[in-house]
Antibody, heavy 121, light 105 residues
Framework: QVQLVQSGAEVKKPGASVKVSCKASGYTFTGYYLHWVRQAPGQGLEWMGRINPKSGGTDYAEQFQDRVTLTRDTSINTAYMELSRLRSDDTAVYYC??????????????WGQGTMVTVSS | DIQMTQSPSTLSAYVGDRVTITCRASQSIINWVAWYQQKPGKAPRLLIYKASSLQSGVPSRFSGSGSGTEFTLTISSLQPDDFATYYCQQYISLWTFGQGTRVEI
């Protein structure tokens, strides 16, 4: 079945970087954009950016522009989100999600299970 | 940036109630809005896209309406499984979520 499986929980110190993976299966990886969304404890959803797995092209939310890097490896159907210069307020669950369509902007129909990233000294 | 404002933040209801959640956009988003349901410890689930299109597998008691800047998600008869947090999302200009509406017993 169509699914996105993310890497496991991470604990990092302030100032470090974290790289979360999202492995796609059950569909053509290069046929759909992948997004990253985060959710701090008890808070709402925050869009971070998206990657076109076919071209590698990216779009980022302004507040993450200088700290987030989205990449992909088409040989293993996996997308990555790297967040640098971590702060305590980056503690959150990070989700990858598939965009329904590639013709124009669209909603997210498939979500990964989430990866908890804890930033603590 | 387009802001999405949901109301109410929390809603108390009974099983069988008709429930309506509202989402207002800071500028016109035509009909580029989606609604998600999220339960504790789980990823969001897409319910409605393009304001009123029901995602495959979602029960027909969920419906969406609206255009321009005001949108609603309606649950026609609240079921025990529907107690959750609901988010709207615009996707006409990048992507932005509302702050969420918690539906509680």
């Amino acid at each position: 079945q169509v699914q996105l499986v993310q890497s496991g929980a991470e604990v990092k110190k302030p100032g470090a970087s974290v790289k979360v993976s999202c492995k796609a299966s059950g569909y053509t990886f290069t046929g759909y954009y992948l997004h990253w969304v985060r959710q701090a404890p008890g808070q709402g959803l925050e869009w971070m950016g998206r990657i076109n797995p076919k071209s590698g092209g990216t779009d980022y939310a302004e507040q993450f522009q200088d700290r987030v890097t989205l990449t992909r490896d088409t040989s293993i159907n996996t997308a990555y989100m790297e967040l640098s210069r971590l702060r305590s307020d980056d503690t959150a669950v990070y989700y990858c999600a598939r965009e329904i369509d590639t013709i124009s902007n669209d909603a997210f129909d498939i979500w990964g299970q989430g990866t908890m990233v804890t930033v603590s000294s | 940036d387009i802001q999405m404002t949901q109301s109410p933040s929390t809603l108390s209801a009974y099983v069988g109630d008709r429930v309506t959640i509202t989402c207002r956009a800071s500028q016109s988003i035509i009909n580029w809005v989606a609604w998600y349901q999220q339960k504790p410890g789980k990823a969001p689930r897409l319910l409605i896209y393009k304001a009123s299109s029901l995602q495959s597998g979602v029960p027909s008691r969920f419906s969406g309406s609206g255009s321009g800047t005001e949108f609603t998600l309606t649950i026609s008869s609240l079921q025990p499984d529907d107690f959750a947090t609901y988010y709207c999302q615009q996707y006409i200009s990048l992507w932005t979520f509302g702050q969420g509406t918690r539906v509680e017993i």
